[in-house]
């Protein structure tokens, strides 16, 4: 049979966001692949060299909707370096609560939506379901359910409500409890197990050569998370450890990296506790922030995608030179056609659904 | 291999100039031209993973900054476990911006260099498919180059 291009999207179901995938295909087997991207961009770089350092949070907030907290953090923390500003401790605890709450809702919004990729319409109910637990605990201290804008340039916003570590914990165990049934929903279900085992393979070694980062590299068996070999905010103090999967020796496949998303969501929970047990008292925004920057940094942060880094040169004034955002589905999309190669049509989904994309980080 | 005997390694390397230390485990060079990506492949081996190029109009010459992650603890910072990174700088003239592409040696850094040369008009040479990546197709510049005129589109009420 003659081969032929196929194009799946913008509106295809399966490109959670807006982008093409053109496949080639044999039949029903793919036999190359070609991603396009820029239908969602807004050229945020730009934008952000025209705004203040301190107005810039409320465009990272949109890099990401499923993950917000993540980026504006990893902004901040950037400018922070750029600017020598000392952050409060208690600022850094509030921060990593903020980003560990953030990681579980943007995990759970993932398993959400790979569910009906898959053709399990009840498992977005009940990912999403919970997914509700912690916007309502995001939007305690921030005011908004989903571009919190919480994290500032020196510090957080203001400090956690009353009550809110022991709201936490009541969703915490209310989520344990249902992880637990989640895993007999669908690591135990044959047909999850027939749609994700074998599926999407690479090997660590293409990851990191890809440009592969985050659960994605840690579904290889490969122990490498940000949080600890690169480590910021006071993840140092806190006892947890890097979750790793793997399908194989040293190679991942859709099923070992919809469980190290579990593993990790299990990991945060720790993380959560952690921190409201050595939290100090004290101050959440440092008592001197500059406005004017000159020089250039970068600090790389573990997002719930993979490594998410940020470059920023000022020259003086009180606004970014030049601002450059990494984006760690950027090149995880790139080497798709190498990870689609030689499976089925009907695999892309629950491929591609795997590596859980987010396009507005991606187009930027 | 301690980061402090990497970059006294790196001294004797062609085309390396002002190696220093920006953070604890990270290195930053001066890279020529000419030289790069003979010092890229050179260094493959302990930098396996390419985090990030980004190109700067610094008006009127052209700087990218190169950004390599070493994922598997080749070389370390003293007993930590903490990755080390390298930032290479390379300057271009403004009349040509053109300077050898990497994309062959990481794959990682194939679509980085698209969205140089989409956004900055850096040309990439021995790029296998070096087009735009979020422009569309046909559109004319290159809108993060300090002296990209804006249109202004007057509505018409």
Redesign the interface.
Known sequence: MAEMWISMGPQHPMTHGLWTLKVKVDGETIVDADPE??YL?R?V??MGERRKYFMNTTLTDRLCYASSTTWTHCYTHTVEELMEVEVPVRAQYIRTIMLELQRLASHLMWAGAYMPDLGHITGALYFWRDRELFLNLLELPSGSRLLYNFIRIGGVKRDLPNGFEEKTERILKLFEQRLDEYSDLFENSKIFRMRTDDVGKFTA?QA??????GPNLRGCG?K?D?R????YEIYEEIDWDISTREAGPGYSDCFSRYMVRIDEMKESVRIIRDCFKKMPAGATLASRIPVRAHGEA?R?TEDSRG?A?M?V?GDGSDRP??W?I?SPM??TM??CP?YLKGYKLADIPAIMGSIDICIGET?? | MNIDEFMQQLSSSKGVSNISKIRK?TVKLDLTKEESLDFFVSIKSEF?????I?A??NQPDFEL?Y?F?C?NQSIVVDDS???V?L?AHIYLKREAPSVDSIANI???????ER?AFD?MGIYFIGHPDLR?????EGFAGH??RKDYVYEIHEEEW
């Open positions: 991207l820029g961009h050229s770089e730009k070694e990191k050569n890809f440009g592969i980062t490969t490498f940000l600890k070999h690169d480590t970068f790389r490594e880094m470059y040169v030179y030049r450059k990494k950027f090149t790139s080497a190498h187009d930027k | 485990n396996e993973h390419c985090s990030l980004s700067i109009d900054v950004h992650s994922m476990n903490c990755a990174m930032e990481w794959f990682g850094a194939d679509w980085h969205e956004l735009r990546v979020l422009l569309p809108p993060l």
